[in-house]
């Protein structure tokens, strides 16, 4: 039985769990577009407006969603990251962890992904909705780095992990459409990416690469909607 | 009245343009999916068995509507090809005039998107079965190149169109969910690609990044179905 210093989860955090638990199922079983939040709440057992007070509507299920897939994978990090010093183990690692997390869920993601794709969907991973799960991702590639014994520019050192987080999106992209047995075509691009960009941050310590590493940066801020602000809101910390 | 040196467009070249414009009309109006080769027939006065004559399905009837965009594509460019040297300049009037090509289509383009996103499907631009339209398409980019005055070591000769290739393909995935007023956001990011990928090509000469320049390549090739084809096919060509 818990005692006072074990405190098990508040009851209105397992009905959330439980509604979003359900959610991602139905959600698999019938898509996304014709899962109601009516069919949620009956499923889950709670009222309709119950399931409201938790999630003001479908988007809101995939953000949770979203928020607990970066949650899961900063967790899963922390074995490879605590062990490895060397850039490409520590990002292979990292994407690798993702796969395996997210490998449930891949079904999902093939028919899910038309509602995602687009930059100015509340879904998309560059909207200003999903931001939490964003900078949560991005945390871990600022770990991947600032962890490792790759020597970074201090110029470079917040720009570097948002664009390891971009190729990080081009992955997922791959994995989306990727039918091969074990997903293992998403695997070895995985561990390609990984050496690749290794060699992109090595490369990016020559004065003369700098100004083109600012402006593949600046390109990807300018014209992907939700990423100004978490750029803005990365210095606001910083300050 | 044409003579025999003037030969107009032969009777089943006219057909064939009937039912390829016939079906981007009904596209358009009636989407991609809804659309039969049944209603394309009656709609442009021929016979199914006609309509299959020409195009064996609704596949083929996108690579015809992509080796038609290609071509006029090809059409437009000469004016700034014929007259421009300065490689970022070359390069910005490409995309542009693609983007002018492709404007009545963008609606379509934002529906269509999803059949065509997938990179095992025939409709994607990297399948095989695309390979006509993408070739037609990089050869605009190598005569960019070829026709600049910027200075290309021989053996980035002929992975940078590809390259180059690669990046307007990134235009056109930002073009299709554009919502901006005249698309003047991708008419923008053109222009910031074309400076960004001339910096890139001038960068490329320095012989400590064309490793780098290289394995991007090789990455490209080994993950997109239908590039290593298009890849062989350009050496056979070569040789």
């Not at 987080?165 to 091969?180: E, N």
């Not at 090595?202 to 083109?212: D, E, I, Q, T």
Request: net charge neutral; charged share 25%; no cysteine.
């Amino acid at each position: 039985m818990p005692t006072e210093n074990e405190p098990r989860p508040a009851k209105s955090e397992q009905t959330r769990t439980l509604i979003l638990e359900t959610a991602m199922r139905l959600f698999q079983e019938l898509g996304y577009d014709k899962t109601t939040m009516r069919a949620i709440a009956k499923e889950a057992g709670v009222s309709v407006g119950n399931a409201y007070y938790y999630f003001a509507g479908k988007e809101h299920l995939i953000q949770g969603f979203y928020d607990r897939i970066a949650a899961e994978h900063q967790a899963a990090v922390r074995e490879v990251l605590d062990r490895e010093t060397d850039l490409e183990a520590r990002l292979a690692g990292v994407l690798r962890a993702w796969l395996d997390i997210a490998a449930p869920y891949h079904e999902f993601a093939a028919q899910f992904f038309k509602n995602a794709a687009d930059p100015e969907s509340p879904l998309s991973p560059f909207s200003p909705e999903s931001e939490h799960a964003r900078e949560a991702a991005i945390a871990v590639h600022r770990e991947v780095l600032a962890g490792s014994k790759a020597k970074v520019p201090s110029e470079l050192a917040d720009i570097l992990p948002e664009l390891m987080w971009l190729s990080q999106m081009g992955l997922v992209l791959y994995w989306v459409f990727d039918r091969s047995p074990g997903l293992e075509r998403s695997r070895r691009l995985a561990e390609r990416g990984a050496r690749l960009t290794t060699r992109g941050v090595a490369l990016a310590r020559f004065r003369v690469l700098r100004p083109l590493v600012h402006e593949v940066h600046e390109l990807f801020t300018d014209f992907l909607p939700g990423m100004a602000q978490t750029v803005t809101a990365s210095k606001r910390r910083a300050e």
